[in-house]
Each structure stands twice: as C-alpha cells, then as structure tokens.
C-alpha cells in the first residue's frame, strides 16, 4: 500500500465544470458569513448603472443583442483547468531533485542577476519605473519578477518551490522588493497602489496606459502571472482589489473593452476564496452586456424547471478533491493498478509586436507525482475553504 500511495498521481478534471467549485458552495446566507478578502462591496452608484445600461458590450468577443441571433460561446477548458491546478497548489507537483538554490530569492535580495540579461532587482526598480518601451518590449523579466511553481517562457528563470516560498515570506528585504516590483508593474499599466492591503487606483497617466494595455493582449498573459505569484508569495488579498478595478474599468467604464474576458475567463479564477470569486462575478454579472451571454454563473436555482438558463454556465459539481481521489484509489487497487494521466495542456502562441521572443501564457501543466494531500474530508464531506 505505501509503494501504491507513494507512486500515485491525481486525475485531473476533465471537463469546466469539474474544474469550478465558485458556486458549489453557494447559498443566501454565505455571502454575508464568509470571510472576503477584498474588502468590497456589490453596491454600485447610479452613475456606474447609466453607463452599464448605456455599455454595448465592445468587447474582444462581439455578441448581438438576441440570444437567438448569438453564437454558442463557450468557456475555456485549458484556462478553467490551469487555474484549478493553480488553486490547488498544482496537485501533481513533483519535488525537484536538483538542490534547492533559492534562485528567486537570491535574485531579490540583489546577489544574482537575472538571465539571460545580468540586471540586478535594484536596477530594475530604481531605473526601470516609467520606462514603459522597456517593460513592453523585454520579455525575459516578468519570470524573475513574478515566480511561480510553473515554468514560464524564459527558461533560464527557475520555478518557485514551496520551501523557497516560506523562505521568501519571512524575508522582510525580499517582500519589500517584491512590493516594489509590483508597483512599477501597476505604473506601467497606468494603475497605482494606495496602501499596504493592496487597494489600487487610476494613476495620473491612466488615459495613455489604458489605451495601450487595450491593445496589448500580450501583457493580459503577464498579469495572469502577476496575480498568481501574488498569492504564492504571501498577498492573496492584494487580488481581488485589482481584479475589481479591471472589471469596472472593463465593463463599466468601457475604458478597457478588449480585457473582459481575460477578466473572466483568467483573473478572476486566480482568487482561491470561493466567495470572493462569487463577489466579483455577481459585480461582472450586473455590468455584462449582452446579460444572456454571461457564462460564469451563478448557475439555475432547484425547482426552476430543471432548464439551464440564459447566462448560466450550467455548472455541475466540482470535481473530486485530490485527497478524495486518492482514497478512491486506495480502495480499488485490489481490482486494478491502472493510474490515469491527462496529457499536457496545449498551449497558445502569440507574436508580439515588434519581434523578439514570442509570448506565450504562462500556463504549464505537471504530471508529477502529488506531493501532500490538499484536503481532509470529515464525516460530513465539509468543503475546503480554498477550491
């Protein structure tokens, strides 16, 4: 039985729905009961409603007004299934047997250099700030700046692993620096951080950086990355604050119409509190236009005919947990020894602008053994806090 667990591997979802637990959980009263990190409310002023009212839905995905006219629109699987590795602290992940040299983590505390350029964390934030034809057009920092337990597209960056992240998160200098980095990211993207619990504004220079992070659909891949690695690194609250703004700017502001379904479809779904998510997709709901086209939930209350609705995702229940999978293989090793294996994600390639390395999502999938299991189910099968 220890051979059998020690080889195991977890099957990952195969489906959306299996990939989304943001409304399995969902009730009228959990709204008001759970604990939400983003500190925001659903309440919208009448001047957000006149706009949300007058909002033609410009965006990156063209729908009519009828939802007889629309095309079928469906969700991401590759995304919806990379965030659900993400949120689950990438269930397959295997342990590198290379020695840990905490490269992220000397790279912050300005003793190595990243590669393949040799520049130096306090060069970057002390000479790169404002200078937004450099952050655009280099494409070999985002991975030093922003580390994850996934590989990226600059393969001289080395993954995050989990005893790099506890060292990092009690290293004062490192999560200073890391803050700082986070900031001249904000700036180029015409966005500022007000405070030390993440709440972000419109910098002065909005209208300029607005309108070409409307066009660079390359930096909506670096974003993704910028708020994973927010939560790996100890700053999960400081997401949703940024995930909000987006929203609004994008669906009510028509300021950032080409980035709503990256919103959607990306950012949103890099949040591991269920209830936040169900927040700021209850906020996209109201704004969403055309409303029959909303595919993120919730989905159709029991007793309402048992027909999935217009605007509903139709979601089913989530997949098992890692550690329920698990136990079910435990208990049917007797009868087969057959592990399944989903294969890797297939992954998108886009040229930017201007040539160079192209970029690419910084999706990665890992078909790993599991390191611990994620979650313990008691006698009443009581949902984990992050799904």
């Known amino acids: 039985m ?14 959306v729905e299996e990939c989304d637990s943001t409304w399995g959980s969902d009730s009228e009263s959990d709204e008001a009961m759970a604990e939400d990190d983003s500190g925001m409310s659903d309440s919208v002023s009448p001047a957000e409603s006149e706009r949300a009212a007058g909002h033609s839905g410009d965006a990156a995905l063209q729908l009519t007004d009828s939802p007889e006219s629309a095309p079928k629109m469906k969700r991401s699987f590759y995304a919806a299934r990379d965030l659900y590795k993400y949120r689950h602290s990438y269930p397959n992940y295997r342990k590198s047997r290379q ?16 590669v393949p350029d040799g520049i ?7 000479k790169w700030r404002g200078d937004y034809d450099k952050l655009e057009h280099n494409h070999t920092y985002i991975q030093w700046l922003f580390p994850l337990r996934e590989q990226g597209l600059n393969f001289y960056a080395h993954e995050l692993t989990q005893d790099e992240i506890k060292e990092f998160q009690s290293t004062r200098e490192a999560k200073r620096r890391f803050l700082a980095a986070y900031s001249v990211m904000l700036d180029f993207y015409g966005i ?5 619990s993440g709440n972000v504004a419109r910098a002065p220079n909005w209208q300029e950086r607005f309108q070409h992070l409307n066009e660079s659909h390359h930096n909506y891949l670096r974003i993704t990355r910028i708020l994973k690695s927010l939560g790996e690194l100890g700053y999960e609250a400081f997401k949703a604050p940024l995930v909000r703004l987006f929203l609004e700017e994008s669906l009510c502001n028509s300021t950032l119409p080409n ?17 936040t998510r169900r927040r700021l997709l209850r906020f996209a709901r109201q704004h969403y236009r055309p409303a029959h086209a909303f595919l993120w939930g919730p989905p159709p209350k ?4 048992g027909s999935i609705g217009a605007g509903s995702s139709g979601i089913r229940a989530p997949a098992p947990t890692p550690e329920q999978h698990r136990r079910v293989e435990e208990n049917t090793a007797s009868a087969s020894s057959r592990i399944n294996v989903s294969s890797h994600d297939a992954i998108l390639c886009q040229d930017l602008v201007g040539g160079g390395i192209k970029s690419l999502p910084d999706l990665s999938s890992y078909e790993a053994g599991l390191q611990e299991p994620l979650m313990l189910i008691s006698g009443r099968r009581e949902r984990s806090e992050f799904s």
């Open 259 to 275: 980035m709503q379904h990256s919103v959607l479809e990306y950012f949103v779904y890099t949040i591991r509190l269920p209830a």
């Open 302 to 305: 029991k007793g309402a005919g």
């Open 192 to 196: 500022k951080l007000l405070d030390k």
């Open 99 to 114: 020695p840990n040299e905490y490269r992220n983590l000397r790279f912050y505390m300005n003793k190595i250099p990243l």
């Open 2 to 15: 220890g051979n059998l667990v020690g080889s195991w591997r977890f099957k990952e979802p195969s489906t």
């Open 120 to 126: 130096y964390i306090e060069e970057i934030l002390s």
